[in-house]
């Protein structure tokens, strides 16, 4: 499996991670177990969460995600995984995060326990990449770095990144770690997939010129690259119970799923049977091909899932397959719909 560099720092990791956010809703404690070993077998020693997982975040269940992971940390040799984590942020406007209140400033005491909160969670006394998980644009970003810089300096930290950024908040943090001599963010997690390559804009540039990692997620679009959205709504499925919650998730599920998606998620398909792989493994093995891109994040909700993704580790797509995908994202440009 190939290994990259989180930007400057340290980390290294495969070009694969695995997510978590099902872990406590879609998949019990002994799936999400299940998961992680087979993740670990396949060579990939990368894991993502959050404080705030698993999503949809329910206040009763919030917290259950780190827990899972943390039991199944115990049992490894903690020096070969690389976990990744998040403080929430103020969630954008899509949704308030159900901890401390609904308060969650990225000021240095929420930061401070929610990093402890998730130490704890995790039963481990460092994290290797620590992320903003929604951005603050109402609170000084040197003050967030300053806290941020401060738990590198403690050893609770190893390195910092970002998640949901846009192109001016991320290089306004860059010049902020510059002229004050703060820890700077290596990695941005942000939404990247054939049915989504806004990335590509500007951030993609930023992340070249600055040595800044995209950590990817949502590959599969929320699941619609599957193809499992084509004929409908499915029960159980994400934006099927998007869209009967609040007004902000049935935005969001209509985002994700309307007629252009589907119709260039069909397009994709066809390119993957083309070749002979499914059209998961074409959505991930094109995610990780892009040189701005350290790990690709994938997730599930069972251990049967993971075939399909793990056909993706050692696979190139050509340049003629390449091109077959530039022309349908040309046809159905983001935003679709």
Same mark, same amino acid.
């Given at each position: 499996?190939?290994?990259?560099?989180?930007?400057?720092?340290?980390?290294?990791?495969?070009?694969?991670?695995?997510?978590?956010?099902?872990?406590? &809703?879609?998949?019990?404690?002994?799936?999400? +177990?299940?998961?992680?070993?087979? /993740?670990?077998?396949? !060579?990939?020693?990368? $894991? #993502?969460?959050?404080?705030?997982?698993?999503?949809?975040?329910?206040?009763?269940?919030?917290?259950?995600?780190?827990?899972?992971?943390?039991?199944?940390?115990?049992?490894?040799?903690?020096?070969?995984?690389?976990?990744?984590?998040?403080?929430?942020?103020?969630?954008?406007?899509?949704?308030?995060?159900?901890?401390?209140?609904?308060?969650?400033?990225?000021?240095?005491?929420?930061?401070?326990?929610?990093?402890?909160?998730?130490?704890?969670?995790?039963?481990?006394?460092?994290?290797?990449?620590?992320?903003?998980?929604?951005?603050?644009?109402?609170?000084?970003?040197?003050?967030?770095?300053?806290?941020?810089?401060?738990?590198?300096?403690?050893?609770?930290?190893?390195?910092?990144?970002? &998640?949901?950024?846009?192109?001016?908040?991320? +290089?306004?943090?860059?010049?902020? /770690?510059?002229?004050? !001599?703060?820890?700077? $963010? #290596?990695?941005?997690?942000?939404?990247?997939?054939?049915?989504?390559?806004?990335?590509?804009?500007?951030?993609?540039?930023?992340?070249?010129?600055?040595?800044?990692?995209?950590?990817?997620?949502?590959?599969?679009?929320?699941?619609?690259?599957?193809?499992?959205?084509?004929?409908?709504?499915?029960?159980?499925?994400?934006?099927?119970?998007?869209?009967?919650?609040?007004?902000?998730?049935?935005?969001m599920a209509k985002r994700f799923v309307n007629d252009a998606t589907i119709a260039s998620t069909k397009r994709f398909m066809e390119i993957a049977r083309d070749i002979g792989?499914?059209?998961?493994?074409?959505?991930?093995?094109?995610?990780?091909?892009?040189?701005?891109?350290?790990?690709?994040?994938?997730?599930? &909700?069972?251990?049967?899932?993971?075939?399909?993704?793990f056909a993706a580790i050692d696979l190139t797509l050509n340049e003629e397959t390449l091109k077959a995908i530039d022309a349908v994202s040309a046809e159905f440009p983001y935003?679709?719909g």
């Amino acid at each position: 499996m190939q290994k990259n560099r989180l930007g400057k720092s340290s980390l290294v990791v495969p070009d694969i991670c695995m997510g978590t956010m099902t872990f406590g &809703s879609q998949a019990d404690e002994a799936m999400s +177990m299940r998961i992680m070993d087979a /993740s670990l077998e396949a !060579g990939i020693n990368f $894991f #993502d969460t959050a404080e705030m997982y698993p999503v949809p975040p329910d206040i009763k269940w919030v917290g259950k995600t780190e827990e899972f992971v943390g039991k199944w940390l115990a049992t490894k040799p903690r020096d070969h995984i690389i976990i990744a984590t998040k403080v929430a942020g103020p969630g954008h406007t899509w949704f308030v995060p159900p901890l401390r209140g609904g308060n969650t400033a990225l000021d240095k005491n929420h930061i401070v326990a929610a990093v402890e909160g998730s130490l704890k969670k995790l039963k481990t006394d460092y994290i290797d990449l620590y992320q903003t998980h929604w951005p603050d644009p109402d609170y000084p970003i040197e003050e967030t770095l300053r806290a941020l810089d401060d738990l590198i300096r403690d050893g609770k930290v190893r390195a910092i990144g970002c &998640s949901n950024e846009n192109a001016w908040g991320l +290089m306004k943090s860059l010049w902020q /770690s510059d002229v004050n !001599g703060l820890a700077r $963010f #290596d990695t941005i997690q942000n939404n990247f997939s054939l049915n989504n390559r806004r990335f590509e804009d500007e951030l993609a540039n930023i992340c070249r010129r600055e040595n800044v990692s995209l950590i990817p997620y949502s590959p599969l679009a929320g699941g619609v690259l599957s193809g499992k959205y084509n004929d409908g709504f499915p029960e159980g499925a994400r934006f099927t119970d998007y869209q009967n919650a609040g007004p902000r998730q049935q935005v969001m599920a209509k985002r994700f799923v309307n007629d252009a998606t589907i119709a260039s998620t069909k397009r994709f398909m066809e390119i993957a049977r083309d070749i002979g792989i499914s059209p998961i493994t074409l959505a991930t093995a094109w995610s990780k091909q892009h040189d701005f891109v350290a790990s690709t994040i994938v997730g599930a &909700s069972h251990v049967d899932q993971l075939d399909e993704i793990f056909a993706a580790i050692d696979l190139t797509l050509n340049e003629e397959t390449l091109k077959a995908i530039d022309a349908v994202s040309a046809e159905f440009p983001y935003p679709m719909g």
